[in-house]
């Protein structure tokens, strides 16, 4: 593994030293674990966020189709001259 260099406050670092204490490991594990965790949910986001703006655009054209279904029963001739 690459060594790595982070300045945080002394307040964090007490933090992460209190908590890994309470875990039995280490602050590396600690914060590696950490680390780990966030790049999972970003993970999660970043695939999730495609989906959700299909969803939204499935939504919008059912919305549109919903407020057409009146004139859909006489078929698109009377859509078309309705409008």
């Given at each position: ?22 875990l ?9 674990r ?50």
């Open positions: 593994m690459e060594p790595i260099c982070i300045k945080m406050s002394e307040n964090l670092l007490e933090t992460i030293h209190r908590h890994a204490k309470a039995h490991v280490s602050p590396e594990v600690y914060i590696r950490a680390i780990e965790r966030m790049n999972r949910q970003t993970h999660a986001l970043l695939r999730a966020k495609p989906l959700a703006d299909a969803a939204k655009k499935v939504r919008k054209v059912r919305a549109i189709c919903v407020g057409l279904s009146p004139y859909l029963e006489f078929g698109i001739d009377s859509l078309c001259l309705q409008v």
